[in-house]
């Protein structure tokens, strides 16, 4: 059945990740339809951006599908790092894209053409910026609230795609003004924001690929409720770290020495269950118990 934490995660992220599937068809169709007609570098740049947006989606659909599965004999901690390994790939996608893109507006800009400005080329371009801003906005909150790294990253992949636009706008307006090459210009803009935004979501993933620990809020979110359950004298060697959208936790507390097992054994399964009622993500805990003695004290 799973943590019911994680299906309704789940469900959130496919529902996004659908509409966003939805959206970029849409936009990659019109931008590519209007570029080409117009003559428009930049605008095809942007369906291309589109398009690439498309891929990933099917890549954060691929890595919510596998990092669900339950952990297994050969995956005891289950599956989560393909959400990571999702989230890789967007990245160098996006650096492949930003790459392609300013190579090939370098190279219409070595051929001395020029382009017209057309009034439909910003119409397209307003409505992407829109449209995508949206997107980026309500895919960010539901990435926040299910910790997903992959659709964290399609999320950025929106915003890039929105920013892409405004760089199409610029383009345009530069156009109206006379210079001739305010497009290829604006093509390459886009292009170096996308690699920008790749190499920020890869150090992301090679944090949580290098073990490192959750972010400083849930870590004194982790100490507080430690500190307020009265039974648990004292606690040291508190580690933690992700896979995927689950944080794995360890630590180390000291009880009355008077206590029997079983009574120690509730205090830590006591805890245990604060931990999942007030850490919004799912939690993954090993409690180990020492008495409370002199030589085991911090």
Request: aromatic share 8%; hydrophobic share 45%.
């Amino acid at each position: 059945m799973g943590n019911p934490k994680q299906q309704i995660a789940r469900g959130q992220i496919r529902s996004v990740t659908n509409l966003s599937i939805l959206c970029n068809t849409v936009l990659f169709v019109l931008k590519l339809s209007v570029g080409f007609s117009a003559g428009s570098i930049a605008l095809i740049a942007d369906g291309i951006h589109s398009f690439s947006d498309m891929t990933t989606d099917i890549a954060v659909l691929i890595g919510v599908h596998f990092s669900s599965k339950e952990p297994d004999q050969k995956h005891p901690y289950g599956h989560g790092r393909a959400e990571t390994f999702s989230a890789g790939f967007i990245a160098l996608l996006l650096v492949l894209v930003g790459s392609a893109m300013i190579y090939y507006a370098a190279f219409e800009m070595t051929r001395a053409r020029t382009t017209t400005a057309h009034t439909v080329v910003f119409v397209v371009a307003v409505f992407s910026i829109i449209a995508k801003e949206v997107l980026y906005r309500v895919t960010r909150k539901i990435a926040v609230q299910c910790h997903s790294s992959a659709l964290y990253a399609n999320a950025w992949h929106h915003r890039s795609d929105a920013l892409s636009s405004v760089v199409v706008l610029i383009g345009f307006i530069s156009l109206k003004a006379g210079f001739s090459y305010g497009d290829r210009i604006a093509a390459i803009a886009v292009g170096l924001m996308i690699i920008l935004v790749a190499v920020r979501i890869i150090g992301d993933c090679l944090s949580e690929l290098t073990e490192s620990a959750v972010d400083a809020d849930t870590i004194e979110r982790i100490k507080r409720i430690i500190n307020t359950n009265n039974r648990v004298r004292q606690w040291h060697r508190l580690r933690t770290r992700t896979v995927g959208r689950e944080v794995f936790l360890d630590l180390h507390i000291l009880v009355d020495p008077d206590l029997n097992v079983a009574a120690a054994h509730e205090i830590a399964e006591s805890l245990e269950n604060a931990f999942h009622k007030q850490i919004t993500r799912p939690v993954n805990i090993t409690v180990h118990i020492e008495p409370d003695v002199p030589a085991l004290r911090k």
